[in-house]
């Protein structure tokens, strides 16, 4: 079974920053890494698809990187709407932790 | 518009049974995988089951493998999760959700709670 680590827990950012999260997997899945985004109250929204793929509708300030079992989240210039938990899922099962976002 | 509507959540004793059901709308049902995740209160994200677009396929997580069963109408565009021998930790929100892309999921519902108590 395979395990994703999300780190840090919490970022704290500023309006303008970049943030980058982090997401460790147990060993290699394959590219198969997905990003989602979660407001509170909201479903889930995806946001990167097969390590960096940006879905529908997501902002070119989103990108997503990374290969066998290290993959990067990264947020060039945060908005107010992009403070929220981030949560990783390898090959259509597991998610990470989650990491949450708040404003500094 | 394009809708994944989920209904069946409410309050049951644990041991009880409940019957979760996702009807979409807005694209068609038939050709794609469909899953089920949940939230416990406060907690993350947990993957909890999915099926095959033809239902041949279906696949658990470990805590739920012989408890729960997720099943799908193709002609009735709904999802189903019947789940027995419910215990307190399968207390969450379950969202249906459609793998729409390569290993992720690009359509959600925004869920129906189940709590698990006496």
């Given amino acids: 079974e395979t395990v994703l680590t999300q780190s840090p827990a919490t ?3 500023s309006p303008g920053e970049r943030a980058t999260l982090s997401c460790r997997a147990t060993q290699s899945v394959s590219g198969h890494l997905a990003w989602y985004q979660q407001r ?7 946001v990167i698809y097969e390590a960096s793929n940006r879905a529908t509708g997501i902002p070119a300030r989103f990108s997503g990187s990374g290969s066998g079992a290290d993959f990067t989240l990264t947020i060039s210039s945060l908005e107010p709407e992009d403070f929220a938990v981030y949560y990783c899922q390898q090959g259509g099962s597991s998610f990470g932790q989650g990491t949450r976002l708040e404003i500094k | 518009e394009v809708q994944l509507v989920e209904s ?3 309050l049951v004793q644990p041991g009880g049974s409940l019957r979760l059901s996702c009807v979409v709308s807005g694209f068609t049902f038939s050709p ?16 909890v089951a999915s099926i095959k677009p033809d239902g041949s396929e ?7 493998n012989g408890r729960f069963t997720i099943s799908r109408d193709n002609v009735r565009s709904s ?9 307190a930790e399968d207390t969450a929100v379950y969202f249906c959700a459609r793998a729409g892309l390569p290993w992720a999921f690009d359509l959600w519902g925004r869920g129906t709670m189940v709590t698990v108590s006496s």
Avoid at chain 1, 40 to 46: F, T, W, Y
């Fill in chain 1, 11 to 13: 970022l704290s950012f």
């Fill in chain 1, 40 to 46: 509170p109250g909201h479903a889930p929204r995806l």
């Fill in chain 2, 8 to 10: 069946g959540g409410g």
């Fill in chain 2, 32 to 47: 794609y995988w469909m899953i089920w995740v949940r939230q416990a209160p406060g907690k993350g994200l947990e993957w």
């Fill in chain 2, 58 to 64: 279906k696949y658990y997580v470990n805590s739920v």
């Fill in chain 2, 79 to 87: 999802l189903h999760l019947q789940m027995n021998s419910l215990r």
